[in-house]
């Protein structure tokens, strides 16, 4: 009987496992410098967001070529300036693309994931940072990929920067390796900064109120205490 019931639990929890493993998480998963994490795809986090710009740029290696689209986003849920990715493979290349990734964002947090449901060819199976948090980047399967003149889902990289600028980089390889120049993040508030606006912020509230009861003093409104 024992027995039994042992294994009644084992199946439960292995039940609850795989279906944890079927459902998508609602966020992208957050990495850390040197971390790596397996990606299920998520939902598309830039509805309601603010499009600020887009740049296009062409690839071409020795077997693969296509062309590259970046958008920078804000607001909506976002938590700061965040990053969406296009990757269309033309009919050109003779081989996959394996892996793509993306610089400079040291100093930031990054959060990564894929549009579910998005693109034509396989989606990402994990996502990494560098050590030093400079590239993080998109890996897929052996034998998978962005197959030629197919488009890959939307990548995307959450970002807490507060703008961007021209100077970043995305490479592109499968052995062989293109990069294109696009828009990197930029300005993250520094917690000392956060400090001293707060502080100066209840300063100007009390220097206010002060300056308010010395004014009813003089007008006889209020009685001194």
Same mark, same amino acid.
């Given at each position: 009987m024992k027995t039994l019931l042992l294994?009644?639990?084992?199946g439960a929890v292995l039940l609850m496992l795989v279906a944890g493993l079927a459902v998508a998480p609602a966020a992208a998963v957050p990495v850390a410098p040197g971390e790596s994490s397996i990606v299920y795809g998520a939902a598309d986090p830039f509805a309601g967001a603010t499009l600020l710009a887009t740049i296009s740029a062409p690839f071409a290696s020795f077997d693969f070529s296509g062309l590259l689209t970046q958008q920078v986003y804000s607001g909506g849920s976002l938590p700061g300036v965040s990053f969406r990715y296009t990757i269309a493979a033309d009919s050109l290349g003779t081989a996959a693309l394996e892996r793509l990734t993306m610089s400079f964002f040291a100093g930031f947090q990054t959060n990564l994931d894929y549009v579910l @449901?998005? @693109?034509t060819s396989d989606a990402p199976l994990t996502v990494s940072r560098q050590a030093n948090g400079n590239s993080v980047g998109f890996t897929w399967a052996t034998n998978e990929g962005i197959p030629?003149?197919? +488009? *890959?889902p939307f990548l995307y990289i959450l970002t807490n920067a507060t703008g961007y600028g021209l100077g970043g980089v995305v490479s592109l390889m499968n052995g062989d390796v293109a990069s294109v120049s696009v828009y990197k993040p930029?300005? +993250? %508030?520094? %917690? *000392?900064s956060v400090l001293? +606006? @707060?502080?100066g912020i209840v300063a100007l509230g009390l220097f206010w109120r002060q300056g308010r009861r010395v004014a009813r003093l003089c007008e006889g409104t209020e009685s001194p205490s």
């Open positions: 294994a009644g639990k084992i @449901g998005s @693109g030629p003149d197919t +488009v *890959a930029v300005g +993250v %508030p520094e %917690p *000392a001293l +606006v @707060g502080a």
